[in-house]
């Protein structure tokens, strides 16, 4: 399977924290971008963070800048999105990819998708 998965989604209050895994096969982790994104019912994909391969560089959305940190574990093909200061805002589906060129602020840029797992915070 090419498709990274998900896993550590839940509900949890407002001003809470909880840490997103994403496990990637190895072919779709080396040498990719991996990047985290989430959907609200209704509304477009939307880009969270993005963690570059060759040099770990990372990158934020405004809306979780501060709050958010991607982290990856190439040993384990896992990358990891850790969320604290939750707003309800923040509920939705998010999503894992692996990807290559294109600005990795967009979901164009990436070719292997996960199902999903859902985070609703809780006012």
């Known amino acids: 399977q090419v498709h990274p998965v998900e896993s550590g989604g839940g509900l949890v209050q407002a001003g809470g924290s909880l840490r997103l895994s994403c496990a990637a096969s190895?072919?779709?982790?080396?040498?990719?971008?991996m990047g985290w994104f989430r959907q609200a019912p209704g509304k477009e994909r939307e880009f969270v963070a993005a963690?570059?391969?060759?040099?770990?560089?990372?990158y934020y959305a405004d809306s979780v800048k501060g709050r958010f940190t991607i982290s990856r574990d190439n040993a384990k093909s896992t990358v990891y999105l850790q969320m604290s200061s939750l707003e309800p805002e923040d509920t939705a589906v998010y999503l894992c990819?692996?990807?290559?060129?294109?600005?990795?602020?967009?979901?164009?840029?990436?070719?292997?998708w996960g199902q999903g797992t859902q985070v609703t915070v809780s006012s």
């Open positions: 990819a692996s990807g290559y060129g294109g600005p990795m602020n967009t979901p164009g840029a990436y070719v292997y």
């Open positions: 190895g072919r779709t982790f080396r040498g990719y971008t």
């Open positions: 963690i570059r391969w060759n040099d770990d560089s990372t």
